[in-house]
């Protein structure tokens, strides 16, 4: 029985891990309980709606007997395939259900849609608490999904070759696009019309209030993508590339990534920062994830090392230019380890691997610009932009919804004598959902004590 995919669960975990390591206990005990329904709602949204839309087209891609109830894929006939069309709540159209092989499938990408719901859970947790909800249930029945269904299920994206000519399509081996990249983009969207962060003086690194959690967290989210890859995914169908060197770029790119992270904490503060080197860690796993069997083990370990020093400058740019309430820096972490990282497969991707990937044949793999494959940078260039708008659309439009109710919340919250307005620790109550918006226009006074505290995601 095929049960490789099981490396792929420990992704969810390290990145609850990664999270609550960063956070203060008050804020943690408030994230759990998120996280939990963020999970549940993943897997449930997956199984009804985001397995349908994600591989309802399967069999277009593989032809194999146990996935010919898979074979619908919208606009495929234009070669402009948009979302699958078949097996819901894992059914057959007739309702029979599914093969095992396309119950493999379902559990074999639940942890990376799971991953996407979590992070962008908890990049909204200081966000109210229904938004949180909402933008989990989204995620993963319809946001992820889709994106997939772009990127590995046949869709548009990865037939950029066949339709556009170029390069291989858009290239994403472990998920740079979906696990990092849409997150970030959807989270940014909904936090630009939220509450901001108060103004501080010279920020500082992030305390880490549980290192060892956050950094265990790390190792677990890598381990996991290594595992996950070396399993072969669906989308690597007709794909040959060499396995031991993507493993061995995987761990260069983690290795470059806290070397150039924690120099640039010891320049800035004279000492090691626990935090910035789980981060660092977690930000060079991403950066290397997409291009990690493409790339010669020399461009893997530049890879890792300009996201080392991108994160901390992305982190900034986050918490104290842009002031986003953003608690598991999901937004950071994507704009290093998405955006740079499926970037790199343009740049440094050498020819040697890939051949058929996408099923586009011919003895050459997926080669960058400095290969003399140029086209491929341009694929990756629109896949960048069609899965960051995508993302960053939805989120807007949740945000601009929550906006509506912030009169509303105004005026209740100046009704209520100030002995009433409840203490961000405290239990939740009908006016603690929207909390964090009241932080905002109650008087100073009733600001949360480490309010000054850039928080720690």
Known sequence: MQTNWLWGYLIPIGVLLLTWGGLEPPKARRVTPLAALALALAVIGYWALGYGLHLGGAYVVNPDPGLQGLGRL????????LFGMSGFALTWDAGEIVSPMALGLFLSYLPIMASAVLLVTLAL???????????????????????????WGGGWLSQLGHTLELGHGFVDYGGSAL??????????????????????GNPAPPPAHSPLLANLGALFVGLGWIGWTLAGPFHFYGATFDWNRAAINMFLGMAGAVFTSQLYAWLATGELEPLFAAR???AGWGAILAGAAFLPPWAALIVGLMAGLLFPFMLFVTEAVLRLR????????????????????GLFADGRAGAGWNGMTGP???AGLFAQGETQLVAQLLGLLAVGAWGLLWGLLLGGISRLS????????EARPASEVAAPDEPATAMTVDAPLAEETVAPAAEPADAETPVAG
């Not at 912030?406 to 919250?413: A, H, N, Q, W």
């Open 179 to 200: 696990l990092l990249w849409l997150p970030a983009s959807f989270a940014a969207g909904v936090l630009l019309l939220q509450p901001r962060r108060p103004l501080t």
């Open 326 to 345: 953003d608690s598991a820096a999901t937004v950071a972490l994507g704009l290093t380890g998405g955006l740079w990282g499926l970037l790199s497969v």
């Open 280 to 282: 660092g860690l977690t």
């Open 125 to 151: 947790a200081e966000a109210r608490r229904w938004l949180s909800v909402i933008a989990a249930a989204l995620t993963g029945a319809l946001i992820a999904p889709v994106a997939a269904c772009w990127v």
């Open 406 to 413: 912030l009169p509303r919340v105004r005026s209740t919250v």
């Open 74 to 81: 919208y606009g495929r006939e234009a070669d402009f395939g």
């Open 364 to 366: 050459r793999g997926v």
